[in-house]
């Protein structure tokens, strides 16, 4: 079974910056045979995809909104995957949940989520 670790959220004021991580209980060749994403879900909301980064190195993002303030990356060797937001704005506020895709079967395997609140 796949463990993914989040860490990095919190309380953030209005344009101030976070950075999400996931940790995966993966080894490396393993790892970077998936598909990495973020996915955030408000209150009252549906789930929704921020970025997508898949193994070739095609970025998706959920709008342009988020394209201009969040950055996805992955380090394969530490099987790590990181979220990058900027200039927080206070719709932003969600549980952000890691995802990975195994490129090989298609099996998603999800993080247990980490609150994001921007408030000032």
């Known amino acids: 079974q796949v463990q993914l670790v989040e860490s990095g959220g919190g309380l953030v004021q209005p344009g101030g910056s976070l950075r999400l991580s996931c940790a995966a209980s993966?080894?490396?060749?393993?790892?970077?045979?998936?598909?990495v994403a973020w996915y955030r879900q408000a209150p009252g909301r549906e789930r929704e995809l921020v970025a997508r980064l898949n193994r070739g190195g095609t970025l998706n993002y959920g709008g342009d909104s988020i394209r201009a303030r969040f950055y996805i990356s992955r380090n394969d060797l530490r099987r790590v995957v990181y979220l990058q937001g900027n200039n927080l704005e206070p719709d932003d506020t969600a549980v952000y949940y890691c995802?990975?895709?195994?490129?090989?079967?298609?099996?998603?395997?999800w993080g247990q989520g980490t609150q994001v609140t921007v408030s000032s």
């Open positions: 993966l080894d490396v060749p393993t790892f970077s045979r998936f598909d």
């Open positions: 995802n990975l895709r195994d490129t090989t079967s298609s099996t998603e395997y």
